[in-house]
């Protein structure tokens, strides 16, 4: 059974840094390609990173150069550092999975929440 | 990459259809055959329900239809029940590799 079950949340002061992680099972992390996704409370969802199976990876404006996605293949394990925390990135994050030479994202993880606040 | 348009809200009755329109650009929407929706009760994960425009997931009811004109997707329930009242989300692959939502439609069912 495919699972992603996501931690790492919590409560971080403006400037902090968090690394959220994604375990994986049921599937091979690396095989596929995974995202994070990101919903402020009360708005929709956002799209935040993405690692394809060659380990191209990009990133939405918004994040770019504060935000770094990883995996750790042994541990079948998806990672998303976060650095520079602001307000704004107060949501919970989702990491999903798409099958390769898919177009959608057919599992996703419970989701971790963080929040950023003085 | 700004969000892909959708109506705020769209209601409906028991049995009725309802249609949310879920509008991008070329160089998303337009651009791709990679238009997907899902769909989320409160405090739930997000959940597939139509891929690549027009495909159904196995599980997902036929109820739930998916087509596509230009740059503009839409997402289609027919035979409305309470079970269908959520939040609806399209979202594109885009030009640049990366992906695109839409700001969401809260659909209530009357």
């Known amino acids: 059974e495919v699972q992603l079950v996501e931690s790492g949340g919590g409560l971080i002061q403006p400037g902090g840094s968090l690394r959220l992680s994604c375990v994986a099972s049921g599937f091979t992390v690396s095989s596929n390609y995974m995202s994070w996704v990101r919903q402020a409370p009360g708005k929709g969802l956002e799209w935040v990173s993405v690692?394809?199976?060659?380990?191209?990876?990009y990133y939405a404006d918004p994040v770019k150069g504060r935000f770094t996605i990883s995996r750790d293949n042994p541990k079948n394990t998806l990672y998303l550092q976060i650095n520079g925390l602001r307000a704004e990135d107060t949501a919970i994050y989702y990491c999903?999975?798409?099958?390769?030479?898919?177009?959608?994202?057919?599992?996703w993880g419970q989701g971790t929440l963080v929040t950023v606040s003085s | 990459q700004s969000a892909l348009t959708q109506p705020a809200s769209v209601s409906g009755s028991p049995g009725q259809s309802i249609t949310i329109s879920c509008t991008g650009t070329?160089?998303?929407?337009?651009?791709?055959?990679?238009v997907s929706w899902y769909q989320q009760h409160p405090g739930k994960a997000p959940k597939l329900m139509i891929y690549d425009v027009i495909q159904r997931p196995s599980g997902v009811s036929n109820r739930f239809s998916g087509s596509k004109s230009g740059n503009t997707a839409s997402l289609t329930i027919s035979g409305l029940q309470a079970e269908d009242e959520a939040d609806y989300y399209c979202k594109s692959y885009t030009s640049s590799s990366r992906w695109v939502f839409g700001g969401g439609t809260k659909v209530t069912v009357l």
């Open positions: 070329s160089s998303d929407v337009g651009g791709y055959s990679y």
């Open positions: 690692i394809y199976k060659g380990g191209n990876t």
């Open positions: 999903a999975r798409g099958q390769p030479q898919t177009y959608y994202f057919d599992y």
